[in-house]
């Protein structure tokens, strides 16, 4: 019977382990280098940046390693890496990709680093930060 027992905490054991190594949710159309247009929104959508408007030239490096760089008129101002989980957009309803870009002390970039993110055409990536009222980023691949 104690056999019994050490058999069955041993099995249970086994099936309650799960591995470290977590799958990761797809970036393959994420991949590149994208170059920022403009972030708009806000409370009365008073929100409308550009680099006209911000003297600012930004570009956002997504790496298929989920690792990331942003230049600002030619200089790095950061890098990191980056987690994509899937969250409830407000928009839709439906769970949809929300990227996160880790960065120190919850550093600026000049655009939403948090949201959902979408895709068009495999050409424009759109980032927004899921909030009523919210601010959402544009940028367009690099060729």
């Known amino acids: 019977m104690k056999n019994l027992i050490y058999l069955f905490i041993l099995i249970l054991g086994i099936i ?10 797809d970036n393959s159309d994420l991949i590149g280098n994208w170059n920022w247009t403009n ?3 806000g409370i009365g ?8 408007t911000t003297g600012k030239i930004i570009h956002l490096n997504l790496n298929e390693n989920y690792e ?3 230049t600002e008129n030619g ?3 950061s890098n990191g890496i980056y987690e994509l989980i899937m969250k409830k957009s407000i928009s839709s309803g439906e769970m949809e990709r929300f990227i996160k870009l880790q960065t120190i ?3 600026y ?11 068009e055409e495999n050409k424009k990536l759109y980032i927004s930060d899921n909030n009523a ?3 959402g980023s544009k940028f367009v691949r690099i060729e």
């Open 16 to 25: 309650s382990c799960s591995s470290d190594d977590e799958t990761r949710i």
């Open 39 to 41: 972030t708009d929104g």
């Open 45 to 52: 959508f008073h929100i409308h940046e550009t680099p006209k």
């Open 68 to 70: 990331y760089s942003v």
């Open 75 to 77: 200089t790095e101002i």
């Open 105 to 107: 002390d919850q550093q």
């Open 109 to 119: 970039l000049g655009f939403v680093k948090n949201g959902i993110i979408n895709i």
């Open 133 to 135: 009222d919210g601010v």
